[in-house]
């Protein structure tokens, strides 16, 4: 049987940084409120004329190249996202012209927050199905052309970037062990963006009057079920995969709120010292957060060669899942 293993990973962010104290400028808030309700304290944000599909670009180069392949190898990118430069085209296809990966075919996936997880969920299958030898799955969101600036509840949790891995079909024992993916429509009102798509299109006058552009979030009711959600998926797919929370190397979560990275964490009985978190310098980069996370345990030498990875996401739609992999 084929496996989906990791082969190259790469990140980026936008160079200028929202610290906890720029914020209190624009909004009634506070640096110790931020930190001990979230564990933010600074985020990258884009400038004017910084583009998502560029982000997602250097991410993706950097992933081929320590992948050691050309951008023709390419024979699929997945690119899961909810902020793309545009409602259509695709950024995957954006990604494939900048790249030159002339061979691949391209879709984005909208899973908010778990847009990367569903990315690797789908990729795995076609590997395992020989339909696909090496795969681009990116993952990345610029929330900050999203976000209510005046909102205090929802413009000090995000952050912009994007991560990429590069997939590879393998023969042997590492690479993707398992993953599993749930959503529930009945929360579709707990996160969303109710303008700019086709309900009330973008070209509608009354948009920017009523505030739909913006993110809209029921902070409070998502946070109960996000911790319940990821910590009955991951515990699932444990048990599926025939493994216990003792033997997991690292667990990378989410970075959407470290009370939530904690609670999560303390639920599977998971070691404190085996739980990332880089939340605190990036904020909620969505559907980034986990790829990011990933490269940068890769370049620190978190990540040794057999290491059981267990990744979980949650987000808007509700969607959540979770992934476990054999470095
Ligand atoms: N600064 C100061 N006070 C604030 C701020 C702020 N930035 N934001 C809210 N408050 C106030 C509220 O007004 C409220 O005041 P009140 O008691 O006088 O009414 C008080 O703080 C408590 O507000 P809560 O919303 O109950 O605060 P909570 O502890 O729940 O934290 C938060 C809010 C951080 C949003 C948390 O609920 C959370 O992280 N939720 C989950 C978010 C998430 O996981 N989203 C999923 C992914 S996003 C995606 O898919 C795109």
Same mark, same amino acid.
């Given at each position: 049987?084929?496996?989906?293993?990791?082969?190259?990973?790469?990140?980026?962010?936008?160079?200028?940084?929202?610290?906890?104290?720029?914020?209190?400028?624009?909004?009634?808030?506070?640096?110790?409120?931020?930190?001990?309700?979230?564990?933010?304290?600074?985020?990258?944000?884009?400038?004017?004329?910084?583009?998502?599909?560029?982000?997602?670009?250097?991410?993706?180069?950097?992933?081929?190249?320590?992948?050691?392949?050309?951008?023709?190898?390419?024979? +699929?990118?997945?690119?899961?996202?909810?902020?793309?430069? +545009?409602?259509?085209?695709?950024?995957?296809?954006?990604?494939?012209?900048?790249?030159?990966?002339?061979?691949?075919?391209?879709?984005?996936?909208?899973?908010?927050?778990?847009?990367?997880?569903?990315?690797?969920?789908?990729?795995?299958?076609?590997?395992?199905?020989?339909?696909?030898?090496?795969?681009?799955?990116?993952?990345?969101?610029?929330?900050?052309?999203?976000?209510?600036?005046?909102?205090?509840?929802?413009?000090?949790?995000?952050?912009?970037?994007?991560?990429?891995?590069?997939?590879?079909?393998?023969?042997?024992?590492?690479?993707?062990?398992?993953?599993?993916?749930?959503?529930?429509?009945?929360?579709?009102?707990?996160?969303? +963006?109710?303008?700019?798509?086709?309900?009330?299109?973008?070209?509608?006058?009354?948009?920017?009057?009523?505030?739909?552009?913006?993110?809209?979030?029921?902070?409070?009711?998502?946070?109960?079920?996000?911790?319940?959600?990821?910590?009955?998926?991951?515990?699932?797919?444990?048990?599926?995969?025939?493994?216990?929370?003792?033997?997991?190397?690292?667990?990378?979560?989410?970075?959407?709120?470290?009370?939530?990275?904690?609670?999560?964490?303390?639920?599977?009985?998971?070691?404190?010292?085996?739980?990332?978190?880089?939340?605190?310098?990036?904020?909620?980069?969505?559907?980034?957060?986990?790829?990011?996370?990933?490269?940068?345990?890769?370049?620190?030498?978190?990540?040794?060669?057999?290491?059981?990875?267990?990744?979980?996401?949650?987000?808007?739609?509700?969607?959540?899942?979770?992934?476990?992999?054999?470095?």
């Amino acid at each position: 049987m084929n496996r989906a293993r990791v082969v190259g990973t790469g990140a980026a962010v936008p160079r200028k940084v929202l610290t906890n104290a720029d914020l209190e400028k624009l909004v009634a808030t506070s640096d110790e409120w931020i930190t001990t309700r979230t564990g933010i304290k600074e985020r990258h944000i884009v400038s004017e004329g910084e583009k998502f599909s560029d982000l997602c670009t250097t991410a993706a180069d950097q992933a081929l190249k320590r992948a050691h392949l050309k951008p023709e190898d390419l024979d +699929m990118i997945l690119v899961g996202t909810i902020s793309s430069d +545009m409602l259509f085209p695709a950024t995957s296809c954006l990604v494939q012209r900048n790249l030159g990966a002339t061979n691949a075919a391209c879709s984005d996936l909208s899973a908010a927050c778990v847009g990367f997880l569903y990315g690797l969920h789908m990729a795995d299958a076609l590997i395992q199905s020989n339909k696909a030898d090496n795969i681009l799955v990116v993952g990345g969101e610029i929330l900050s052309r999203y976000v209510d600036w005046t909102d205090r509840s929802t413009c000090v949790l995000f952050g912009d970037g994007a991560g990429a891995v590069v997939l590879q079909a393998t023969k042997g024992d590492h690479g993707i062990l398992g993953s599993l993916m749930k959503s529930n429509g009945c929360y579709a009102d707990f996160i969303c +963006m109710p303008g700019g798509g086709s309900n009330r299109p973008a070209n509608d006058a009354t948009q920017i009057a009523e505030k739909l552009p913006y993110i809209k979030m029921k902070g409070n009711e998502t946070f109960k079920v996000a911790v319940k959600a990821m910590a009955d998926v991951t515990a699932e797919l444990l048990t599926e995969q025939g493994f216990t929370h003792e033997q997991i190397d690292l667990f990378i979560p989410h970075q959407a709120n470290e009370r939530i990275i904690n609670a999560v964490g303390a639920k599977l009985k998971i070691a404190p010292g085996k739980v990332f978190k880089n939340i605190e310098r990036y904020g909620n980069t969505s559907a980034a957060s986990i790829p990011i996370a990933l490269d940068e345990c890769v370049r620190e030498g978190r990540i040794h060669d057999g290491d059981l990875i267990l990744l979980t996401a949650f987000g808007s739609g509700l969607v959540w899942g979770s992934v476990l992999l054999r470095w």
